[in-house]
């Protein structure tokens, strides 16, 4: 027996089911948005000293289904029930995970220290080893620089932003292939659907985070949102969907020793990369496959 969705939940009037909109559509609607808002589908805010910050891509208000469905390949319990989701607001999200290159900006303007002890990356490469309190040292001095408000996503937003009208495990459909994402080849998705024991992989492991922009992007312009680094989220860990907000709204986080990430890495398996895939880390915790992707709130023109 096919498993059944939870029904739609009431939303604001006109809010689009993007499930039902081809890629012709989605790209409108975010044009649409961007118009709305007054900024262009893709931007760039300035930062104090006349400089650009990073790419930005609108991403528009919409309903859409969260979560994975038992019959998944690589669906885990707390990604269960999948129900629907009501994001009334557009906003922006990064085209990229932030870069060292766009972090050493922070770091040099506010001397923020990098631990000898630790591993740290270079260029275009995924920021990494820095703790969620750190991300949101960054996305209050990038607020600052531009005058703007910047943030780090909810698990909705981010998921939401990822699926960009698709319902498959991935963006790209119902598999994923190393052209697309940058994971652990030896962990590939339809082999492991297949449960075949043998195989040869596609591509040859990397054991470190590619340089971001590599891989194609989803519908909505955004890039790596399979796989490379997990991206910090401000949701609390919890076991299941069971009681989430269906505004997307994340519980507090007082109190919270656990977050949610979302992504996959270059360290994981294709199936820990689907859109609906999340995972439990440390509020304080440190790893090389942890980055981030930053929100930029917008202001709606009246």
């Known amino acids: 027996m096919m498993e059944a969705r939870q029904s739609k939940v009431p939303c604001e009037p006109d809010l689009p089911y993007v499930h039902d909109m081809d890629e012709a559509a989605l790209l409108a609607w975010q044009a649409v948005a961007a118009e709305r808002a007054g900024v262009d589908a893709a931007f760039q805010d300035t930062l104090a000293d ?29 990604e269960h029930p999948q129900h629907t989701v009501c994001l009334g607001r557009p906003f922006a999200l990064g085209r990229y995970t932030v870069t060292v290159e766009e972090f050493d900006r922070f770091r ?20 990494m ?17 531009t005058g703007q408000r910047y943030r780090l996503p909810t698990e909705a937003e981010w998921e939401y932003a990822c699926r ?40 040859f492991p990397l054991q470190r985070a590619a340089e971001v922009g590599e891989k194609p992007a989803n519908t909505w312009g955004l890039h790596d949102m399979h796989g490379n680094v997990w991206e910090f989220t401000v949701n609390p860990w919890t076991n299941s969907h069971i ?18 990430t979302k992504g996959g890495s270059y360290f994981d398996s294709a199936a820990q990369a689907r859109s609906a895939a999340r ?22 023109a009246e």
Request: with cysteine; glycine share 8%.
């Open 50 to 78: 006349g400089s650009a910050g990073p790419w930005m891509q609108m991403i528009p208000p919409g309903m859409f289904e969260m979560g994975s469905l038992r019959t998944e390949f690589g669906h885990q319990s707390s």
């Open 108 to 127: 040099l303007d506010t001397g923020w220290v990098i631990r000898s002890d630790l591993i740290w990356s270079s260029g275009r490469r995924p920021v």
């Open 129 to 145: 080893n820095i703790r969620l309190k750190d991300a949101q040292l960054y996305a209050d001095w990038l607020s600052e620089q």
């Open 164 to 203: 960009a009208g698709s319902l498959t495990p991935f963006h790209f459909g119902a598999s994923l292939t190393c052209k697309e994402a940058h994971f652990n080849s030896t962990f590939p998705y339809e082999e492991a659907r297949q449960k075949r024991r043998w195989f040869l992989p596609r591509c």
């Open 243 to 260: 009681n989430a907000n269906r505004d997307g709204a994340p519980a507090p986080l007082h109190g919270t020793q656990r977050i949610v």
């Open 279 to 300: 995972m439990t880390r440390l509020r304080d915790e440190l790893d090389v496959n942890l980055g981030m992707r930053l929100v930029r709130e917008l202001d709606l």
